[in-house]
Each structure stands twice: as structure tokens, then as C-alpha cells.
């Protein structure tokens, strides 16, 4: 039997990540990235505004901060006006399969070194393993 010592596995997931990277989607989604950035540069700055000052306010109270409704309001406003962008449904669409993607790969590589290594579900929790201890 072959063992990989840490360098050669690293080796091999940086082999893996360049493959990954190569991909369609992948390719795609830094395309995307970049139409994103060089032509809704005013609707991404308000979005990150609008989401830093409700972040403000989570912190200094919350619902019950006299700003609340109108920190809320602005938010789902640029919201709204950026993630309509059909560029930008693309873009959290394909960053969302090579999530599952990656997720997926966590999963296998999971199983194959042992059924009682945790991995991500589904849903993005550690799945319970049992008490087996060796």
C-alpha cells in the first residue's frame, strides 16, 4: 500500500483546485465577477452602504433602533436593484453549484477516508458520527 505523506496530498489538492479553476463555471463566474464590478460599480456601493449601516444598527439596538425601519427600507432597496441585475443572477446562481460542487467533493473525500469523519450535509451542518473511537 502507498501512503502520501502531507506534502504529496497538498500537492495533489492544489492539482485538484487549478482543475476546479479551469472549469466552465468557474471561468464564467470570474467573468461575471468582473462585468459586475466595471458596470454596476454605483449599485454595488450602495448595497454595501446600505449593508454596513443595518449592520451598524443590528449592533446599536437592532429593532429597536430609532433608524430601524428606514436602515431596513434603504437596504431592500439596493438590494433589490442590484441582485435583479441579471448578471448578478447568474453570478450567485453559478456560485451557488460550485458550492454544492465543492460541498459535494468534501463529502466523498469524507467517506473514502472514513464513514466516521464528519462532512458538511446538505444543508451546510456537520453530520453527527457516531461514538466509534479508533
Do not use: W
Not at 13 to 41: C, G, Q
Request: net charge neutral.
Amino acid at each position: 500500500m502507498i501512503y502520501l505523506n502531507r506534502t504529496e496530498i497538498l500537492l495533489k489538492a492544489y492539482e485538484v483546485a487549478d482543475e476546479i479553476k479551469r472549469s466552465p463555471d468557474f471561468t464564467e463566474l470570474l467573468r461575471l465577477k468582473k462585468h459586475i464590478e466595471e458596470n454596476f460599480k454605483e449599485e454595488s456601493k450602495a448595497y454595501q452602504i446600505a449593508n454596513s449601516k443595518f449592520g451598524e444598527i443590528q449592533v446599536l439596538g437592532g429593532q429597536y433602533h430609532p433608524d430601524f425601519k428606514k436602515t431596513v427600507l434603504e437596504l431592500a432597496s439596493a438590494k433589490k436593484t442590484l441582485f435583479e441585475k441579471e448578471e448578478v443572477k447568474k453570478y450567485l446562481s453559478l456560485e451557488q453549484k460550485i458550492q454544492a460542487d465543492l460541498d459535494d467533493l468534501s463529502r466523498v473525500l469524507a467517506s473514502i477516508v472514513s464513514s466516521h469523519v464528519k462532512a458538511p450535509n446538505e444543508l451546510g451542518f456537520l453530520k453527527e458520527s457516531s461514538c466509534h473511537a479508533g
